[in-house]
């Protein structure tokens, strides 16, 4: 039996599984492999009107656009979008791990299950209701600066949306709340494979259940957090465009200004589409980089990669 009858078998035996997979592939064909075509016109001066084979070609004239004429622009968006990441890996990646093993040590099902449902929630939350909580919340006469007065700890009210220096802390605090439940799911599935056999073991050495979330479950799951945050480095160059572009406003361009949200406003806005996709190919080839590099890195020190 050659291989393509064997293949033809395996289509028909497992053709209802096959059948589930098709619109996922069907999904990812469409809207990431077809619009890579589109990205030559990042090295043309594109004109809808003269489609992208009748553009003029000008190789990488917007890339130097991007990193010479605008440079003043480059370096800040470029700097805010790493260090809001930066800050969301250093709080924010660790929040839903800690969260999962203190979920672990939780032996009451039933208080275990109502705290797991109340941590979802926030993430069904959809991004143009959380910024309008946190416009309102962290508004001069919001409840944030009311609670701070009653306490005595301000004077005057401060208002946070317009202050550049705390967009970061908000931004990334709110996203931690918003998906801390939700990203934990992932580590509690990981705990749940872990052999209770091992914590058999560890009660018998004497270990406590601190030593045994040490010793037992976080190496565990220690796999399991390796691959999740060789994703999350490859992302570093992304900023969720809609909450950034909802919560900013030219007062805090300064630390809020990232690379999506620059895009839009010359790609679209300025209407210079070669710009935008010159930028966002740019942004692409980072975070393509970061992942190779940071698995690479983890095949060599701890033996766990994506491939």
């Given at each position: ?253 300064e630390t809020a200004d990232v690379i999506s949200t620059y ?45």
């Amino acid at each position: 039996m050659n291989k393509w009858q064997e293949l033809r078998k395996d289509l028909i035996r497992n053709r209802n599984l096959y059948l589930m997979l098709l619109p996922i592939v069907a999904y990812y064909f469409i809207f990431h492999y077809i619009p890579i075509y589109g990205l030559q016109i990042a090295f043309k001066d594109f004109n809808p009107a003269k489609g992208i084979w009748g553009s003029q070609w000008v190789g990488l004239e917007k890339f130097k656009e991007f990193f010479v004429y605008d440079s003043f622009y480059v370096w800040r968006i470029i700097r805010n979008t790493i260090l809001i990441n930066v800050y969301d890996i250093i709080f924010g990646f660790p929040a839903p791990i800690i969260f999962a093993l203190l979920l672990n040590e939780v032996k009451n099902s039933m208080y275990k299950r109502t705290l797991q449902t109340i941590s979802y929630m926030p993430h069904f939350i959809s991004t143009v209701v959380l910024v309008g909580i946190i416009l309102d919340f962290f508004s001069r006469d919001g409840l944030i600066n009311q609670i701070l007065k009653s306490l005595g700890l301000l004077s005057e009210p401060i208002s946070f949306m317009t202050e550049p220096g705390w967009f970061r802390p908000i931004y990334v605090g709110s996203g931690i709340w918003q998906q801390l439940g939700w990203n934990s799911i992932i580590y509690l599935a990981a705990i749940s494979n872990i052999d209770p056999q091992l914590y058999e073991a560890a009660k018998i050495d004497g270990a406590g259940r601190f030593r045994q979330a040490l010793y037992v479950t976080l190496p565990g799951i220690m796999p399991t957090i390796i691959i999740m945050f060789i994703l999350r480095v490859g992302s570093i160059m992304n900023v969720g465009f809609e909450k950034v572009f909802l919560m900013y406003n030219p007062l805090t361009y300064e630390t809020a200004d990232v690379i999506s949200t620059y895009v839009y406003r010359k790609g679209l806005l300025e209407m210079d589409y070669s710009y935008g996709a010159a930028v966002g190919l740019f942004n692409s080839l980072i975070n393509f980089a970061l992942v190779v590099l940071t698995n690479q890195l983890s095949k060599r020190f701890t033996e766990t990669s994506l491939w």
